[in-house]
C-alpha cells in the first residue's frame, strides 16, 4: 500500500503514472519507483522461488546487498529489483531458479 | 588511469563531509559510491538529529544529507555513482566497476568511509517473504512512499529499531511490538518513550523464534529468553503480523581496508573486525584512512567529524594544509568529537549494565530500560520534569545523558539550560517566563519534552505535546489523552494546535485533561 499522507514527507518525487507486466500481467506504477517498490505496493510479496528447495523470497534488505528480490526483468535474470528503477513497458517475471516459470515447469517434467 | 589527490570511498556521511573538507583545501577529490544516489543511509533518516549547533542537532537527516550534497556540487567534488570499488591494491589504486565497465584511480590518499552493514539473526521462518531488515522497511516508507506492512513486530530495541518503530508508526503501520533479547530497551530512553506513549509494548528478554504463514509472513511467534539467550519453552506468544522487521545491530564494512593490508582487529566495541586506526583514522597502510561506521558504529554526526578530521590529515601530508592550521583544525574537531562521545550510550560504555544513576546522581529509570516509559514516581525524581509554577511551563522528560542541547538554543527568554557538557540534563529556571511559544517542544529530537499549564482552566489542566503523525487534530477535537504507557487515562479536548516553519514539522498539540491527569497525560487519539 502507498503511503497517501505523510507527516515530515512532503513528496517521493514520483512521476506520471507507468504500465508493466507481471509475469504477463498488466501492472502499474510511477515513474521514481523501484520495481521492488511497485510490486510492494501491489501487494506482491514473493519476486523468486529458490533453485533447490523452491521456497519463495523476496525482498529482504532493499538496499541491492542481499539479492533476495532478484527477478528476471526484460528477460535478464537475477536483476535487483530493489535498486532497479522501474521503467514503461518492462516486463518482469518472477524467478524459478535462475529462470522463468515455464522454463522451470518443462526442466522439471 | 585516472589520478587524483584523494580518492573517497563511500558517498554517505563521512564520505561526503571527507570530500568536501578536501576540496575546500585545494584537493582534487573522486567519491566513488555502489548505489544509484549519494547520502548513504541519510536519505532514509527522517527524524532530528542529536548533539549541539555545530552537530546539526535537531535538523533531520535528510536535510542533512540535501546540505552536505549542495556543497559537495559548489565545490565540484566528482562524485561518481554506481561505481562498486571491488579493492584497493599497492600504491593505492582502485580497481572500480563503473556500469559495465572496470576502471583504475589511483590517489594519493584514500579514505575508506564504506559504512556499515545490517546484522541478521537466523530463526525458522526467517527467508520468507515478509521478514525485512530495518533498513529495507526506511527504504521502502521513506524513500519509496511504500508501507514495509500493515503490523510490524520490531526485532531490535536499539536506535534504529526503535526510530524505525516511530517512522512506522509515522508511515501509517501499526507496530505489534518491539522486542529485544536482551533485558533492557538498548536505544535511547527518549525514542523508546516516544514509541511507547502510542501503546507499542516492549518485550526485553524476548526474541523470535519462528515466521508463521506459507508463502509470505503471517504471524510471528515470539518466546522469553534465559540467561544464555535461548529461548524458554512453555514462553511462546503469537502476534498477529504481516512483516518482520529486524534490527539487530550494524556491522562495519571493513573488507576494502583488509584488501588494502590494513592491520584489522576484533573490536566488539566497535561493532566487528575494523582496521586499526590513530586518531586521524589513519590505518597501518600510509596514507590509507578509514572513517564513519567502517571504522567502528557509531552515529551519523560523529561519522561526518572523522571524515573531515581524516580529509585534514590527508591535506596537510599533502602539502595543502599548514602544519598549524592543521593543528588547530584538527583540535576543533576533536572538541566537537568528544562532545559527541559521551554519555551512557557513549562507544567506550558499550554494553554497560552497571550505570544507576545519571551524571547529576539521579536515579535511572528501570522502567523506561525494560518497558520504554517512565513510572509516575521515577519522573519525580527529575526536577527538570517536574516544575511547579503558576501558568505554562516546560516539563523536560529527559532522562538519561545523552548529547544533545538544542532545548536551550530554542528558549528565547533562558528558561532552559544544558551548559558546556551537552550531555547533561536540562535545568530549568523557574524564574523565568515561559510563553508557551513550543519551540523547545518542537527542537528536542527526542520529543521529551511537554508544555504544562496545571490551572489552564478550573479543574482543567492543559498539556501541550510533540505531534508528528498525521491527520493532525483540529482545535476543537474530542478524545482521548495516553499516558507514558499508551493506555488511555481520560477524556481529552484539543484545544490549540500551533505549527511553524521553524519547528520544523513537529507540531504543538495542546490538549485539555483534568487537572489531575496534568502530569500523566502525554499523547492524544481521537
Known amino acids: 500500500m502507498r503511503i497517501k499522507q505523510h507527516p515530515i514527507i512532503d513528496d517521493y518525487g514520483k512521476g506520471a503514472q ?18 521492488a517498490a511497485a510490486l510492494h505496493a501491489a501487494g506482491i510479496m514473493t519476486h523468486r522461488y529458490t533453485a533447490k528447495r523452491h521456497t519463495p523470497r523476496g525482498v529482504f534488505c532493499c538496499i541491492g546487498r542481499c539479492t533476495d528480490c532478484v527477478m528476471i526483468v526484460n528477460g535478464q535474470p537475477n536483476v535487483r529489483t530493489c535498486i532497479t528503477p522501474l521503467e514503461e513497458g518492462m516486463e518482469v517475471q518472477t524467478q524459478y531458479g535462475v529462470v522463468n516459470r515455464e522454463q522451470w515447469e518443462a526442466d522439471h517434467q | ?141 521513506n524513500l519509496q512512499g511504500v508501507m514495509p506492512g500493515k503490523r510490524i513486530l520490531m526485532v531490535g530495541s536499539g536506535n534504529v529499531g526503535l526510530v524505525v518503530s516511530f517512522q512506522l508508526l509515522q508511515a501509517g503501520c501499526e507496530v505489534a511490538a518491539v522486542i529485544d533479547a536482551a533485558p533492557r530497551i538498548g536505544g535511547y530512553g527518549v525514542h523508546a518513550a516516544k514509541v511507547a506513549r502510542t501503546g507499542v509494548p516492549f518485550y526485553t528478554r524476548h526474541t523470535v523464534v519462528e515466521a508463521l504463514g506459507k508463502d509470505r509472513v503471517e504471524g510471528a511467534v515470539i518466546a522469553e529468553v534465559d540467561d544464555h539467550f535461548q529461548p524458554i519453552p512453555g514462553t511462546e506468544k503469537t502476534l498477529d503480523v504481516d512483516t518482520i522487521c529486524i534490527a539487530v545491530g550494524l556491522s562495519p564494512m571493513s573488507q576494502l581496508a583488509d584488501t588494502a593490508g590494513c592491520d584489522l582487529v576484533l573490536d566488539r566495541k566497535r561493532g566487528g573486525t575494523v582496521p586499526v586506526i590513530d586518531e586521524y583514522g589513519e590505518t597501518s597502510v600510509p596514507n590509507v584512512y578509514c572513517a564513519g561506521d567502517a571504522a567502528g558504529i557509531e552515529e551519523a554526526s560523529t561519522a561526518m567529524i572523522l571524515g573531515r578530521i581524516s580529509a585534514i590529515r590527508a591535506a596537510e601530508k599533502a602539502g595543502f594544509l599548514g602544519a598549524a592550521e592543521f593543528t588547530a583544525r584538527a583540535d576543533e574537531y576533536a572538541a566537537s568529537l568528544s562532545k559527541l562521545r559521551r554519555g551512557m550510550f557513549a562507544p567506550q560504555n558499550k554494553g554497560r549494565t552497571d550505570m544507576t544513576e545519571t551524571d547529576e546522581g539521579y536515579p535511572l529509570s528501570k522502567s523506561l530500560l525494560a518497558h520504554g516509559f517512565l513510572e509516575p514516581n521515577e519522573v519525580s525524581a527529575f526536577p527538570c520534569a517536574t516544575v511547579h509554577e503558576v501558568g505554562v511551563h516546560p516539563v523536560i522528560e529527559c532522562t538519561q545523558n545523552i548529547p544533545c542541547n538544542p532545548c536551550q538554543d530554542a528558549c528565547r527568554f533562558g528558561c532552559i539550560t544544558v551548559g558546556d557538557d551537552i550531555v547533561k540534563l536540562p535545568v530549568i529556571d523557574e524564574t523565568k517566563r515561559c510563553t508557551g511559544c513550543g519551540m523547545c517542544v518542537a527542537s528536542c529530537s527526542g520529543q521529551a519534552i511537554f508544555l504544562v499549564d496545571e490551572a489552564y482552566e478550573p479543574g482543567y489542566a492543559s498539556v501541550g505535546i510533540p505531534y508528528e503523525f498525521v491527520p493532525v487534530p483540529k482545535a476543537g477535537a474530542r478524545g482521548h489523552a495516553l499516558n507514558r504507557a499508551g493506555a488511555p487515562i481520560c477524556d481529552a479536548e484539543v484545544v490549540s494546535v500551533k505549527y511553524t516553519k521553524a519547528m520544523d514539522k513537529t507540531v504543538l498539540l495542546t490538549m485539555k485533561v483534568p487537572a489531575e491527569f496534568a502530569s500523566e497525560a502525554r499523547f492524544y487519539r481521537d
Do not use: C
Open chain 2, 1 to 141: 588511469m585516472m589520478r587524483h589527490d584523494l580518492i573517497v570511498i563511500g558517498a554517505g556521511p563521512a564520505g561526503l563531509s571527507a570530500a568536501i573538507e578536501a576540496a575546500r583545501l585545494g584537493m582534487d577529490v573522486a567519491v566513488f559510491d555502489e548505489n544509484a544516489r549519494p547520502g548513504g543511509q541519510l536519505f532514509k533518516q527522517i527524524h532530528k538529529f542529536f548533539g549541539s549547533k555545530e552537530h546539526h542537532a535537531k535538523e533531520r537527516g535528510f536535510r542533512i544529507g540535501e546540505d552536505l550534497l549542495a556543497d559537495a556540487e559548489k565545490l565540484g567534488v566528482a562524485v561518481h555513482l554506481n561505481a562498486t570499488v571491488m579493492g584497493i591494491y599497492e600504491g593505492r589504486e582502485v580497481l572500480v566497476k563503473h556500469e559495465d565497465e572496470t576502471v583504475h584511480a589511483k590517489a594519493d590518499a584514500i579514505i575508506i568511509a564504506t559504512g556499515a552493514a545490517e546484522n541478521m539473526i537466523p530463526f525458522t521462518g526467517w527467508d520468507k517473504p515478509g521478514v525485512i531488515g530495518a533498513g529495507a522497511a526506511q527504504a521502502l516508507m
Open chain 1, 18 to 35: 507507468i504500465s508493466f507486466t507481471l509475469d504477463g500481467k498488466p501492472m502499474v506504477g510511477y515513474e521514481g519507483d523501484s520495481i
